[in-house]
């Protein structure tokens, strides 16, 4: 995988690394074509090219490689492939080329019109994404201070817990977390020597909270560490925060983006010559291909290329579908916002929720609306308080009868959850007022039913309330 023929290598495998290059630029030509391309058109073809096609028997379809292992036409291939010195798969648990179609697309979409190149590493969940993305700037190093992660408290439930079991008790490290990110003072002041990576979610699941993240990722740079944003509620069709200065944007591919719920999926895009004065000049050249080829390889987070094939499919389709649900789901915010017995509506497309400026600033559909015009979209995801306690909130929710009641979001289908018993019932109370999750908070995600037949359901569920 290195770019130059290094004269200490034995010179049988010198036509193989020449023949690598030869691939490594053709694969570079197509990025290069494929960034001329609209956001649509990146979605539907990745880098699967007509000349890709060709050399897979015509498959129009990216092909589903379940082999476990590559087949090599000799010794020396063999020797180079596992070498790392030429683009090659061998093994599924590191590479595959099925994973590969839906890492390249990630890449491209997460830079579209940032003018930035950067690398996708996909997981077999999004938490594995997540660890995958801290875990490598977290390693012991004496010479340092002691380590410090600085996170945004309103954050997806399993990242909450991945930080503060698996990073805090069991590991040592000092997780600060950051209780209201809109306040960019309080990123600022827990930042210091010791810090190795800042965190945040936007807009955070469950609670829609934003934050400043060209002004945090400004705090993270003058300290020389990174920022890694949880994309995943946005998706690349309506914020893209390579763009706005993020080193590493992390999704849980399950959602959203594979929204028919068909695979478990995680992504981690990382920009090439990312910030960290910790970690060495390979992990900052190409920070996902050092996770892909080193730490993946040793911890072995690989997804099943079917569930990969699984999400690829749905993912061509994504900013269409984004924009349909985000129109939906603004008007039914806006349904809530004015029922009596719904008490506070969390919406980044509402006035009224903290940070909606920031969301205006930073949410739009990418490519723009049916007139090519500039359009603002906050999403399919909104939470919202029913009266003063859960057992209203849970009459309400019990109503439901289009909408689902399930631990997920992100679907074509309607769904629904009260966090604090579900997502976030293993943080505890404590935990859940750090991450100021209400005892009588509905998450919802607003699938692709007719927006009327939705807001009848709701409106049924909240008569019961
Ligand atoms: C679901 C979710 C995750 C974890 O993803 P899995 O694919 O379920 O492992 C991480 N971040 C956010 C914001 C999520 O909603």
């Not at 909270?209 to 946005?234: C, E, R």
């Not at 008490?343 to 509402?350: A, M, S």
């Amino acid at each position: 995988m290195s770019d130059q023929h290094d004269p200490t290598l034995p010179d049988h495998l010198a036509p193989w690394i020449a023949k690598g290059q030869e691939l490594a630029a053709a694969d570079e030509r197509e990025r290069a074509r494929m960034r001329q391309m609209r956001f649509d058109t990146i979605a539907v073809h990745g880098l699967y090219s007509a000349e890709a096609a060709l050399a897979n028997g015509g498959s129009v379809i990216e092909p589903a490689f379940l082999s476990p292992a590559q087949h090599f036409p000799d010794s020396d291939a063999l020797e180079a492939a596992l070498g790392y010195l030429m683009p090659a798969w061998g093994y599924t648990r590191i590479a595959n080329p099925t994973v590969g179609y839906l890492e390249e697309t990630l890449a491209l979409l997460e830079t579209y019109q940032t003018g930035l190149t950067a690398s996708c590493v996909v997981t077999g969940s999004g938490m594995a994404a997540v660890d995958m993305a801290v875990s490598p700037f977290l390693a012991v190093d004496p010479s340092l201070p002691p380590a410090n992660v600085v996170v945004s408290a309103r954050c997806y439930g399993g990242t909450f817990q991945l930080f503060a079991e698996r990073y805090a008790r069991e590991r040592g490290v000092d997780v600060r977390w950051v209780p209201d990110p809109l306040d960019t003072h309080a990123w600022a002041a827990r930042i210091d020597e010791g810090t190795r990576v800042v965190y945040g979610e936007m807009p955070s699941n469950p609670s829609l909270s934003v934050f400043d993240i060209p002004a945090v990722a400004k705090l993270a740079h003058a300290a020389g560490v990174p920022l890694i944003v949880d994309s995943t509620v946005a998706t690349p069709a309506l914020m893209r925060p390579l763009g706005m200065g993020a080193d590493i944007v992390i999704h849980s591919v399950s959602k959203s983006i594979a929204s028919s719920g068909l695979a478990i999926a995680g992504a981690l895009i990382a920009r090439h010559g990312l910030t960290s004065r910790f970690g060495t000049d390979d992990m900052r050249a190409d920070f996902a291909m050092h996770v892909k080829l080193l730490p993946m390889r040793d911890h072995g987070p690989a997804i099943s290329p079917f569930n990969a094939l699984m999400a690829l499919t749905d993912l061509r389709t994504l900013r269409t579908k984004m924009d349909a649900w985000s129109r939906s789901s603004l008007r039914i915010a806006e349904f809530l916002d004015a029922h009596p017995a719904v008490t506070r509506v969390l919406y980044p497309g509402l006035p009224t929720t903290p940070g909606h400026d920031l969301a205006q600033a930073s949410m739009w559909l990418a490519d723009g609306d049916a007139d090519g015009q500039p359009a603002n979209r906050y999403g399919h995801l909104l939470a919202f308080t029913v009266g003063d306690d859960q057992a209203a909130a849970r009459r309400a929710f019990d109503g439901l009868t289009i909408v689902r009641r399930a631990t997920d979001l992100g679907r074509v289908k309607s769904i629904a959850t009260i966090p604090a018993i579900s997502t976030h019932q293993q943080q505890g109370e404590a935990g859940r007022t750090i991450a100021s999750i209400p005892p009588n908070l509905i998450r919802l995600s607003v699938g692709g039913e007719h927006t009327d037949d939705l807001i009848e359901d709701l409106n049924a569920a909240l008569a019961r309330a």
